[in-house]
Structures are given as structure tokens and as C-alpha cells.
């Protein structure tokens, strides 16, 4: 055999596997897209669908034996969900509530977590456990207290009975005490050496470290402010004091003819939480796989 033929046979070796690998590859990439369009049809369907029962008219809807398209649409139907016993008012109550419910369990939970993380106080371990202990309490075991401690400090129907108890939370000292752990100690002793305080560090060196740990706890609580039903059903006793989530039932949705306006208030009141989500998806998935691994 010639030296040429080896040179040939020994050259070509390479591009084959070189062309094999990049077939492989294309292979694998078309099944993950495939698999990834399959499970978002399927997560997006319901979504598609209540979008579809909002927009046709209940009757010819259900006389077309609920087809996958609307039937004889009502572009107002949005509109008069917004506009109908006062959801738009309910709307509103709502933000300001979730807006004090973040800001205040932001505040606090990033103060707890530093104080968690880098100080030194007697007991800390255990404190830090009790104080964990609390996330296996649901709400229903605090309810009556807490409402009973509402009503006696006259709070009934007022923003602080809606926000005052949730002001602080155990999940988010946690998940912001993950970030703050992954702290260099070499930071915190050069810090120290330039004269920086506890306060100066917190706010110039801990939470920019910790901003995506920061950012997805701010997206889970508002998320949970906003969905909150039990609580505001159990502090309100007037119609103006109600929230999004508890005014959906006031909607007119008792006769067939209405039903779509309900399906319609349901989908105008998931909107924040839609935004919220696409908007911050990276920083939630940042943050969240961030406190998992600095722990």
C-alpha cells in the first residue's frame, strides 16, 4: 500500500468521525426541541383553552359541543369582568397589598439573613432552627389566632390587617441566608479592615453577591402576596375591602349566559402573575439553583 493511500485513509478517519459526532449532535438537539415543544403545548393548552371560554359566547360555545376555537366572540367580555362588582377595585387593593407584603419581607428577611449568616449571638443554631421550624406551619393552624389578634387590634378591613402578619417570613431568611453563605471570608476581613460596618457590608458587598438569590425570593414573594385567598377572606367584611382573588366570586357567573365574564375576571387576574413569571424566569431559576448550591 502507498504511502498516498494510508495519508488518505488516515485523513479521512477524522472527518468521518468529526461528521458523525456533528450528526449525532443535530440528532439529540431535534429530540430535546421536540420534547420541549410537546411539554409546552401541553402546559399551554389549558391556558389556550380558558382563553377560548372567555372569549365565545357561553350559549353558542356550548351549543357547538365546545369546539378548540371561540364561537360568536364578545371582545368585551374583558372588559366588563374588569368593570363588574368592582374587580377593578379589588385589582388595585391588591397591588398595594402585594407591593407592602414584598417590600417589608425583603427588608426583613435580608436584615434575618444577615444576622444569620455573619453574626455571632448566643443560641444562634438553635434560634435559627425555631425560626425555621415555623415554615411547617400551615396558615390554617394560625388562622383563628391570628384573626382573633387582628379584630382585637381593630384591624378588620384596614391594609395592616391584610399585611401585617405576613411582613416577615422564615422561607425568605433562608433562601437569602443560602446567598450570603457563599461569601468569600476573605471579603468580609478586607471589609473589615477598611473600616466597613455591618450595615456598610450588607449593603455594598453581601447583596450584590447575592442579588440573583435576592431577585427570586422578590418573585416568590410577590407571587405569594398576590395569590393569597384564606387570609383576606378572613379579615374583610365589606365588599370595598375586598381582594382580587376573593372578588372572582362576586363575578356574575350564576346564569349561563354570564359565565364567560367569570372565565375572563380568572384570566385578568393571573395577568400580573404571567408577567411576573416571563419577566423574571432567569433570575428565578438563577437564584433558586444558587441558594441550593452555596448551601
Not at 372569549?55 to 359541543?65: E, N
Not at 410577590?222 to 366570586?249: G, H, I, K, M, R
Amino acid at each position: 500500500m502507498s504511502s498516498e493511500v494510508v495519508g488518505a485513509a488516515l485523513g479521512e478517519a477524522p472527518e468521518r468521525a468529526t461528521a458523525g459526532s456533528a450528526r449525532h449532535r443535530g440528532l439529540r438537539l431535534t429530540g430535546w426541541y421536540t420534547l420541549l415543544t410537546v411539554l409546552a403545548i401541553v402546559v399551554l393548552f389549558p391556558v389556550y383553552i380558558t382563553v377560548v371560554r372567555a372569549l365565545s359566547t357561553p350559549v353558542a360555545y356550548s351549543d357547538a359541543r365546545s369546539p378548540l376555537y371561540p364561537v360568536a366572540i364578545q371582545w368585551d367580555v374583558f372588559w366588563r369582568a374588569a368593570t363588574s362588582k368592582g374587580l377593578s377595585r379589588a385589582l388595585t387593593l391588591s397591588a398595594v397589598m402585594t407591593l407592602v407584603i414584598t417590600v417589608a419581607q425583603l427588608v426583613t428577611s435580608v436584615l434575618a439573613a444577615y444576622a444569620f449568616a455573619f453574626l455571632r449571638f448566643p443560641l444562634k443554631k438553635i434560634l435559627f432552627g425555631v425560626f425555621m421550624a415555623t415554615l411547617m406551619l400551615p396558615i390554617e393552624v394560625t388562622l383563628i389566632p391570628n384573626v382573633q389578634t387582628v379584630t382585637d387590634l381593630g384591624w378588620l378591613n384596614t391594609m395592616q390587617g391584610l399585611s401585617v402578619p405576613f411582613l416577615a417570613t422564615a422561607f425568605g431568611t433562608f433562601l437569602i441566608r443560602q446567598g450570603f453563605i457563599g461569601v468569600p471570608a476573605d471579603l468580609r476581613d478586607a471589609a473589615r479592615l477598611d473600616g466597613y460596618g455591618h450595615l456598610r457590608f450588607m449593603w455594598h458587598v453581601a447583596v450584590p453577591l447575592a442579588r440573583p438569590v435576592i431577585a427570586a425570593f422578590t418573585v416568590l414573594a410577590f407571587l405569594s402576596a398576590w395569590n393569597q385567598y384564606l387570609w383576606p377572606q378572613s379579615v374583610e367584611t365589606l365588599d370595598n375591602w375586598q381582594t382580587a382573588q376573593v372578588a372572582l366570586s362576586n363575578l356574575p357567573t350564576a346564569e349561563p349566559a354570564t359565565y364567560n365574564v367569570g372565565v375572563a375576571g380568572a384570566l385578568i387576574v393571573a395577568l400580573p402573575v404571567l408577567v411576573v413569571l416571563l419577566a423574571f424566569q432567569r433570575q428565578l431559576v438563577r437564584g433558586l439553583t444558587a441558594g441550593a448550591v452555596k448551601g
